[in-house]
Nanobody, 125 residues
């Protein structure tokens, strides 16, 4: 099973930027659809963005459209989440997730069968 390791979280002021990375262990990384989710304290995990195996299919949650950009580098087995114009409400633990061949609803956390350990993003006002 693919293993995922996130990095890049931290503390940033409102309006600032961060780039999260998620490196996968699978040699067949290019067959995986990748997603980013986040979970704030006392809230359910929510969908942020997803990207298809070639990068041509991309979807975003309405709350991050125009501010966040998901991308991937299959040669580096890595998916990225560039976060700009950050708001305090973006504060959460961010998780990357993987599913082979993108079977299922990419906005549903139940679709994914591999998860990273999460990285904390804190946006101060």
């Amino acid at each position: 099973q693919v293993q995922l390791v996130e990095s890049g979280g931290g503390l940033v002021q409102a309006g600032g930027s961060l780039r999260l990375s998620c490196r996968a262990s699978a040699r067949t990384f290019s067959m995986y659809y990748m997603g980013w989710f986040r979970q704030a304290p006392a809230k359910e995990r929510e969908f942020v963005a997803a990207i298809g195996s070639t990068g041509r299919r991309i979807i975003y949650a309405d709350s991050v459209k125009g501010r966040f950009t998901i991308s991937r580098d299959n040669d580096r087995n890595t998916v990225y989440l560039q976060m700009n114009s950050l708001k305090p409400e973006d504060t959460a633990v961010y998780y990357c997730a993987a599913v082979p061949y993108g079977l299922g609803n990419l906005e549903d956390s139940q679709t994914y069968d591999a998860w990273g350990q999460g990285t904390q993003v804190t946006v101060s006002s």
